[in-house]
């Protein structure tokens, strides 16, 4: 990337989608709810053959020292102290407002190249809208319809204008003139998919990619606040209200020499409670992390302990096939700790017993107490998932364990499991091939994944059993008749 473009604005003039279309995906969530977004996020845009870092904001406003508006504020801040241009944006149907005059006047004493764009340039009833902005005093606006990819060519133009008059090349080095000039047919790429996640094969570590490192839980657990102790920086914005994070946000982090993206994910309530479409816009992208991460933390309030919502979400990691690490947050404010302790396990063998032995964790993310067991617990919890077993060990303990509790018959038929291999790990995925698959009862199944963790050392490991029926050699075989 060759520069940093922040995108600013009041709140409800198409940021997030303006972002979402440079990106080329839908990462950021949209609704015509006011104040969608509250942290900075991150991603790679493209304009032709421009490339660039590009940040979503906050919609500035105007709020009292340490309410959440002026939390939102310095995130804002934070962002374009980082960017090399800004793009501020208003909405040119409802024309400029107060609001935007008073962010217009302060984005000019940040000392930062600003471009104005006018969005929502559909049709030509917000010509008034555009003539108005000129009073902003940040030059001529560029048109723009966000929606509909509209006026990309002409914010080229200025962007590059913009860059060369502070110094910048936007193409470091010397333009490809193979690519001609495409500022006038400009393809941003498809805006479908989901998230800033990539559609990964977890059958094989990659390498030299960052570890996938998701961050669940109820809200006003305490990710936000992790996230920044870990990163040490406010990344994030945090506070005392429930449900801050709305979207998963990705941040970039170095850990002992091992790249970590880690992702705050939105708090998850119970379903019955979710009603409104903001909020379960922000659950389907909390489950979206959780099914892209590789290794899941699953965040507790120590103070208030496991509740059913908390054995939903492990539920939900463990269907996702996740490694997954159990951290008990705020822990320092605890007194009775044996007690919470023996409620976490209790309540784990009785409705996962699956997770038997997962990593259990205790910290204070606010002071950083107890923080630096959390990583270790996760890299170990990532080599168990990754976790390969050989065919011929594998074979000489399914032997075993078949001899000490033959597979049951069923119907008066004896159902026979000749033999098995792991066929994939991430997670540990085993095939087992019987004459009756189908038959065999999922206790029996439960029995060989217990049996499994114990003898090769999978605790808290999500584990995968598929059945096959093996080939019966005489199948299809004439008898012969005897004279």
Known sequence: MTFTLAIVGRPNVGKSTLFNRLVGKKIAIVDDTPGVTRDRRLGEGRIADLEFTLMDTAGLEEGEA???????RLQTEQALADADVALMLYDARAGVTP?????????????KPVILGANKCEGNAVIDGIYEAYSLGLGEPVGLSAEHGEGLGELYQTLVESLKEVGIDPYEGEKDESLGDK?????????EGDLDYEFVDHDEPDEGKPLRL??????NAGKSTLINYLVGEDRLITGPEAGLTRDSIAVDWEWDGMPVKLFDTAGLRKRARVTEKLEKLSVA????AVQFAEVVVLLLDAEVGIEKQDLKIAEKVV??????????NKWDAVDDRLQVH????????KSLPQLKGVKIVNFSALTGQGTQKLMPMVAEAYDL??????????NRWLADTLEKHPAPSVAGRRIKIRYGAQIKTRPPTFALFCNRPDDLPDSYKRYLENELRRDFDLPGVPLRLYLRKGENPYEGRRKKRSK
């Open 183 to 191: 500022s006038d047919t400009v393809d941003t790429g498809p805006v």
């Open 285 to 288: 992208d909390t489950m979206r």
């Open 214 to 219: 998701a961050i669940v839980g109820r809200p």
């Open 66 to 72: 340490g309410s959440l508006p002026d939390r939102m």
């Open 342 to 349: 023996r409620q976490l396990k209790d309540a784990l063998t």
């Open 385 to 394: 998932w990754n976790a390969r077993i050989g065919t011929s060990g594998f």
């Open 319 to 328: 269907q996702e096939g996740r490694a997954m690490v159990i951290a008990l």
């Open 99 to 111: 609001t935007d005059e008073h962010f217009a006047a302060w984005l000019r004493r940040m000392g």
